[in-house]
């Protein structure tokens, strides 16, 4: 009861707080404007000028307030000229972090500004509430005895703030593409969670990924949507639901979109939570600012597929196995059990986390290890009830799912073929973990892994450096490469780089809880702002142009309504109603896409055409191309013959057909593949 009680007096103090903050910002910010005219019309200064004198102005107002009222409680413990240097660091501090934001969301992002003043309006403020109180206006005295537990009283600020930014961060580009469907895979998973609620099969007839956990929530979040859709009037009847998606399914898509987005925030928690089983608070919110800004885990925040949810899973297995590791009870085993069954519900290689529970299983030790032997057989069980639970038809329709996974387990792809295991392996550490770590954050994670090893109190940490290896091993052996592949990586390598950082603070001797703080910012800048920078580029790329729109408003403009256009992947998507699209089929063939959607969607290369001349018979007027031709070209090796059909179909449709207009990618400007349009010669 006491310490509810005192919890609860924290919470009213910190209330009061806070409003007295902001009152006192409120007069600071009247005082500004009104010593701003003041200085224009009755001293004549200039505009700069005037505001440089009213800032310095307000700035005395808001200490004074500050000073005597908001945070009056620690005054007589503290020097006025002391606070009154700190306090005028934190406002430059503020007014910096502003103009930075203004620069990135409207600069670099091009965004609208309603987003950068809903940042100086939320983030600022509390950021600079946070260091007035933790520094500028903090009693010295307190710092070292006392303010640890002043600090750890506000700890759990620290993770909501950072899962906070990176959940803006990976909200920002929710609605990127829309209502085009530039990203080929959304459409599978979307499709087949669709098919579910229509054909009322909750076999989906996919085993690709599997995705099936994807797929049935997918399918559980459409539901949800067409029902309250019904019950609002947005529907008038269920076949009005279906007829949305056919003709536009933007709406689904922003769902389904959102229940992704869930897991990837979910994502930052997890590496704050298992950074935290064996580091101090600085360390871990290093780890999590890292998963937070990592340029992969926010890029593929939203996508419609299934890697989020794989990477929360094995993400959220990991803190289970540690708790083998330290406790061994058997809630743990089973606990991490689920999270193997679901991970696999996700994608197939979850099936790797099988290596992390054996490895928390052996970290118990020889005795522990016989003795505990029945609670492995509870984790396979409960892994196999979870998988079951989760994607059931993988175990009640196994041919399907033989034909599927045959097919995803093919030796080559365009632009994604494996040179072999060492190759890929040195591909995965130096490209994708290296741009999402940084060359310092893959240092430091290399020095956390070996200090998990040497440290007996770190021991549950050897989970996650044992999920890391053998993952990045398993996927460097495959046939094919992906970026995307490394993503479940990132977070726990994230884990890592705290331990390093951890290490590092420990090695440095005994510190106060303020200079931890201070060099784990610092260390943390070196490692995180580089990331950042490649982060924004990255976001500005998602929300900015996109070759295939641009395509797509060209030939809108210059191609004449009732066209016949011949189109391939990757280019633009063009209305429905107002001309006649065509691609090729499974077959070979070039045939008509269905009418009725607002935006028509090619799924083949050209590359596949058995014969030619069949745009001739099909009287096609235009083709749009996009680079595979480009791509198959650049194939070399044993590869090379795999695709000189094709490049041959491309070749003899290249006789037939002239260029009219091209739009290429800007690097840093415009993302997206070289759109092509050619109109067909009539000899």
Not at 170 to 187: K, M, Q
Not at 352 to 360: G, L, M, S
Not at 455 to 465: D, E
């Amino acid at each position: 009861m006491g310490h509810s009680a005192l919890r609860l007096s924290d919470g009213l103090a910190l209330v009061g707080q806070v409003a007295r903050f902001g009152v006192v910002g409120l007069l600071a910010t009247g005082t500004h404007v009104g010593a701003f005219v003041l200085f224009i019309e009755l001293a004549g200064l200039s505009p700069m000028a005037a505001n440089v004198g009213a800032f310095v102005v307000a700035l005395g107002v808001s200490f004074v307030g500050h000073h005597y009222w908001t945070f009056a409680e620690g005054r007589n413990g503290r020097a006025a000229d002391r606070a009154a240097l700190r306090f005028a660091v934190v406002a430059l501090f503020g007014f910096g972090l502003n103009a930075l934001a203004v620069h990135v969301i409207t600069g670099i992002l091009a965004a609208p500004y309603g987003y950068a003043a809903a940042f100086m309006a939320v983030v600022t403020p509390a950021s600079t509430f946070l260091l007035s109180k933790l520094w500028a206006f903090a009693d010295p005295k307190a710092v070292g005895a006392v303010a640890a537990p002043e600090i750890g009283r506000w700890a759990w600020l620290v993770p909501v703030v950072i899962v906070a930014v990176g959940g803006a961060l990976r909200l920002a580009a929710i609605d990127a593409d829309l209502p085009f469907r530039y990203n080929p895979d959304e459409s599978i998973f979307s499709g087949a969670a669709a098919r579910i609620l229509a054909n009322q099969d909750l076999n989906p007839h996919w085993f690709g990924g599997p995705a099936h956990f994807t797929i049935y929530l997918l399918a559980a979040c459409y539901g949800l949507y067409i029902v309250g859709g019904v019950l609002v009037g947005h529907f008038t009847e269920l076949a009005a639901a279906a007829a949305e998606y056919h003709y536009d399914p933007a709406n689904f898509y922003r769902i389904g979109r959102a229940s992704i987005v869930v897991f990837s925030i979910a994502n930052v928690a997890l590496v704050y939570r298992l950074a935290r089983m064996v580091s101090g608070i600085p360390a871990a919110a290093l780890a999590s600012v890292l998963a937070a800004v990592s340029p992969l885990l926010v890029q593929y925040a939203f996508w419609i597929r299934p890697d989020n949810q794989l990477t929360f899973f094995l993400s959220l297995g990991c803190l289970f196995a540690a708790g083998i590791v330290a406790r061994g009870r058997t809630r743990d085993y089973v606990a991490a059990g689920v999270c193997l069954g679901l991970a696999v519900a996700c994608k197939y290689p979850g099936v790797v986390f099988a290596a992390a529970i054996a490895a928390a299983h052996a970290l118990r030790g020889r005795d522990a290890w016989w003795a505990d032997i029945t609670k492995m057989a509870f984790a396979a069980l409960a892994s196999v009830v979870a998988a079951f639970a989760a994607a059931p038809f993988l175990f009640l329709d196994f041919a399907s799912v033989l034909k599927d996974v045959t097919y995803e387990a093919r030796s080559h792809h365009l632009g994604a073929t494996s040179e072999g295991f060492l190759s890929a392996l040195a591909w995965y550490i130096t490209e994708p973990l290296r741009d999402n770590l940084g060359t310092l954050g893959l240092g430091l994670a290399a020095v956390g892994a070996w200090c998990a090893a040497i440290r007996p109190a770190w021991r549950p940490a050897l989970v996650v450096v044992a999920l890391v290896a053998v993952y990045t091993v398993f996927i460097a052996s495959l046939s094919l490469q992906w970026e995307r592949w490394i993503l479940p990586v990132i977070p726990l390598a994230c884990v890592l780089v705290a331990l390093g950082v951890e290490s590092l603070l420990s090695a440095a001797g005994r510190l106060t809880p303020v200079k931890s703080a201070v060099a784990a910012v610092l260390v943390g800048a070196a490692v995180a702002v580089p990331v950042s920078w490649r982060m924004v580029d990255g976001l500005y790329l998602q929300l900015g142009e996109d070759t295939r729109t641009v395509s797509h408003e060209w030939i809108v403009a210059n191609v004449p309504m009732g066209s016949r256009i011949l189109a391939e992947r990757y280019v633009a998507q063009l209305p429905g109603d107002r001309y006649e699209v065509f691609d090729v089929n499974s077959d070979g063939k070039i045939e008509p896409l269905p009418q009725g959607e607002r935006y028509l969607e090619p799924r083949r290369a050209i590359g596949h055409l058995r014969n030619v001349e069949d745009v001739d018979r099909m009287e096609i007027e235009f083709v749009v191309l996009a680079n595979d031709y480009e791509r198959l070209r650049a194939v070399s090796g044993t590869n090379a013959t795999l695709y000189a059909d094709k490049i041959a179909t491309y070749e003899n449709l290249f006789e037939k057909i002239e260029l009219i207009h091209t739009v290429e990618p800007i690097p840093g400007r415009r993302g997206g593949p070289p759109n092509r349009i050619y109109r067909v010669r009539r000899d």
